[in-house]
């Protein structure tokens, strides 16, 4: 935005240049890429004919590197004149809305875009690339760049903590960045199985098939928990069947290839085939400490190099571990106002890198933490508010979701039916206390601890 102001300011542009550029809207710079939207065909072509290079070259001053621009035709771009106030942050939210004075801009009606359910954390700029995903991130910015296009369905599948799931928020993000009415939903097999059976329950079909046919980009999660369940199966097929005879596009993450999901139709089956298959690898040593170099940085912690590749060279399979660990460095150096050194993360990580084999299960994890607050699972798992029972809850959430690969939605189930947002919500909450406060750190570590302890027998 900057650099295009300078441009119409002070960038020696001719009148009518300076007017075209005005009309231009910066979108998202991803990579070496600038997006830029515009209204109308016309203004596009007039961008890319003549004013390209001169945009070129004053973009890439400003952002300080070689980059591309791309320019697209949405027809939602509002020239500057009628300019629609940005989404803002709550505070500046509210501030505006508590400017009466504020002239009420005039703005062309945009229909909503329904509420894409993403996690803002997950985009392709926090993706590491490496050789062990770098297939699959290609596809799914191809996808991304043109949905309805090519490798529709994009099917991704690969172990756990591989970042199937970023991948697939990412396309949704990139999309929106790219152009924002596009319709954008995000669900979780899981969800989507829930959401059936309750809109049959409470006679809701033609909402159900609305939240899942009218979009754009459909991106379904973990897809092999729908193994076996034939009925929700069934209006999956129908929604797959519909969205792809549209030209809309589908992209599907599961833990193993379709190949291997038994408990699903062959005539499914094949049709996932019908894309584009690729998987995601356990990340190489290198692609490791990029992904904690990456992590440390967005977290705006100092960890030195010899930290970051003990933690990558001990813990190899597993993303979501990785990052726990460093989140369990580098808040254990915040409360004892000490350095991250590697001595320090050998210690605190003694018990996480310890080799162990046997599964770590839901119900161990809420036994456990039950028995260390001395209350019952029941209470645990239940919907008393009292701190004690919030406390023990949460931890025991995010214990599940660092110590088990069980999704977000499925933790919920264990904890008494709780909705997936509660499940991310606890985890997010005990994630920011151990770094604040000792007593959080202290109660997490030990219970990590004992389950680990009994894990091993
Ligand atoms: P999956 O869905 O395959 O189980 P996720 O997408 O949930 O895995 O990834 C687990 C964690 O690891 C997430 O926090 C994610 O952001 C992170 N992650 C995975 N792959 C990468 C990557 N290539 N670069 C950065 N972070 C990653
Ligand atoms: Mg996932």
């Not at 007017?19 to 809207?25: A, D, P």
């Not at 912690?301 to 993303?319: F, Q």
């Not at 264990?414 to 770094?435: C, P, R």
Request: hydrophobic share 40%; aromatic share 8%; glycine share 6%.
């Amino acid at each position: 935005r900057q650099a295009l102001e300078h441009l119409v300011q002070d960038g020696g542009v001719s009148a009518q240049h300076r007017s075209f550029l005005r009309l231009v809207k910066p979108l998202a710079v991803v990579e070496d890429n600038v997006f830029l939207a515009v209204a109308e065909d016309f203004t596009k072509n007039y961008i890319e004919s003549t004013l390209r290079g001169g945009v070129t070259e004053a973009l890439s001053q400003v952002i300080g590197r070689d980059i591309r621009i791309a320019v697209t035709v949405d027809a939602s771009v509002v020239p500057p004149e009628v300019v629609v106030p940005e989404p803002a942050d709550d505070a500046d939210a509210s501030a505006a809305r508590k400017a009466p004075s504020a002239p009420t801009p005039i703005s062309r009606t945009v229909e909503p875009v329904p509420d894409p359910h993403l996690n803002p954390r997950y985009t392709f700029d926090t993706f590491v690339i490496g050789s062990s995903n770098r297939f699959a991130h290609a596809a799914a910015l191809a996808v991304a760049e043109s949905p309805g296009k090519t490798y529709n369905p994009l099917f991704i599948y690969g172990g756990s903590g591989l970042g199937k799931t970023h991948l697939l928020h990412a396309i949704g993000h990139y999309t929106r960045q790219i152009k924002p009415q596009t319709r954008v939903r995000y669900v979780n097999s899981e969800e989507f199985t829930n959401d059936f059976i309750n809109s049959i329950r409470d006679d809701r079909s033609l909402s159900f098939k609305r939240t899942y046919r009218e979009v754009d980009v459909l991106l379904i999660d973990d897809i092999q928990f729908l193994q076996g369940k034939e009925q929700t199966l069934e209006e999956f097929f129908h929604t797959f069947n519909a969205l792809h005879n549209a030209g809309k596009h589908v992209v599907i993450t599961s833990d193993v290839s379709p190949r291997h999901l038994d408990g699903i139709e062959e005539r499914m089956r094949t049709r996932f085939e019908w894309g584009l298959m690729t998987d995601v690898q356990p990340p190489d040593l290198e692609t490791r400490i990029a992904i904690l170099r990456k992590k440390a940085q967005a977290d705006d912690v100092a960890a030195p190099g010899d930290v970051l590749e003990y933690i990558a060279s001990n813990i190899t399979s597993n993303i979501r571990e990785l990052e726990g660990a460093l989140i369990r460095v580098t808040a254990f150096a915040a409360l004892n106002k000490q350095n991250v050194d590697l001595s320090l993360a050998q210690v605190v990580l003694k018990d996480l890198i310890s080799d162990n084999d046997s599964e770590i299960t839901a119900s161990s994890i809420i036994g456990t933490t039950a028995d260390y607050f001395g209350i019952t699972m029941d209470e645990l798992t239940g919907t008393s508010r009292s701190r004690v029972f919030v406390t023990a809850r949460q931890i025991a959430m995010y214990l599940c979701r660092e110590l088990t690969d069980l999704s977000l939605p499925k933790i919920g189930e264990h904890f008494g039916g709780k909705d997936h947002t509660t499940v991310m919500y606890s985890v997010k909450k005990v994630e920011d206390q151990i770094a604040q406060r000792r007593q959080m750190y202290n109660q997490v570590n030990e219970i990590h601890a004992r389950v680990k302890q009994q894990s091993r027998g």
